[in-house]
């Protein structure tokens, strides 16, 4: 018997339509999947639901993957693919297995022999590089930094320090509550002349997108940021 696929199936960075940012192929993809391998059930829910899936929602079988899996959770969500069937893994938001333990599952597939077919759709990292205006050859994405403040700067100035002795681009994201307190922490640890993007937002229609020079961002009021998915960039000099 043939194994079934995983197809990583992009979503939506928030509530606009589904024309806007998904491929019109890959939502026909999703369309055709009865089974899902989600991070959030609810969110699937009402993502399959903005990709006008034909099959009612409580038909379909949506699997949430543990925060945490083990190899047995591993493998019994990808057992029904090994009999066959294709799947379809979703994030909360944006593409699976990119800041996101959907990898976990990835990587067992592979070991399992299981095609994986990644889908085209929004990535927030991408997006933010794209319009920084920062250098895109050279970048690394660090996930969240430390919540404690004394840690948090010290985090940041590594980072700065990092990117100027490689021309390199350092991205990191933070829980959008705390976003505010982010920005003041770069404004006030980065030097001067380094480069900070600000973008959050990203596909809505309340997107905004800004790079500026440290010693600029300290001439302008502080964006509005709070509950606001923000990706944060720098880049030294």
């Known amino acids: 018997m043939l194994k079934g696929k995983l197809y990583l199936i992009p979503v939506s960075l928030g509530p606009s339509p589904s024309s806007l940012t998904t491929p019109a192929d890959v939502a026909t993809r999703a369309r055709s999947l009865d089974y899902f391998v989600v991070e959030n059930a609810k969110t699937a829910r009402a993502e399959l639901k903005r990709l006008e899936h034909p099959a009612p929602l409580r038909d379909l079988d949506i699997r949430e993957l543990p925060e945490k899996p083990g190899m047995a959770d591993l493998d019994g969500l990808l057992a029904p693919l090994i009999s066959g069937r294709d799947a379809g893994l979703m994030s909360e938001a944006g593409c699976p297995a990119v800041a996101d333990p959907g990898a976990l599952l990835v990587r067992r597939a592979h070991e399992m022999n299981i095609a994986v077919v990644p889908l085209v759709g929004p990535s927030s990292l991408l997006l933010a590089l794209m319009a920084s205006g920062l250098n895109g050859q050279s970048f690394a994405f660090h996930g969240y930094l430390p919540v404690d403040e004394e840690a948090r700067n010290k985090r940041i100035r590594e980072l700065e320090t990092e990117s100027a002795r490689h021309a390199r681009t ?48 300290k001439k302008t009021p502080s964006p509005d940021l709070n509950r606001r998915p923000t990706v944060f960039l720098i880049l030294a000099t």
Do not use: H, K
Request: aromatic letters at 8%; a neutral charge.
């Open 170 to 217: 350092q991205l990191f994201i933070e829980t959008p509550y705390r976003n505010g307190r982010m920005f003041e922490a770069l404004r006030n640890s980065c030097r001067p002349d380094t480069r900070l993007c600000v973008a959050c937002d990203l596909t809505l229609e309340s997107e905004s997108i800004t790079t500026r020079r440290i010693a600029d961002w």
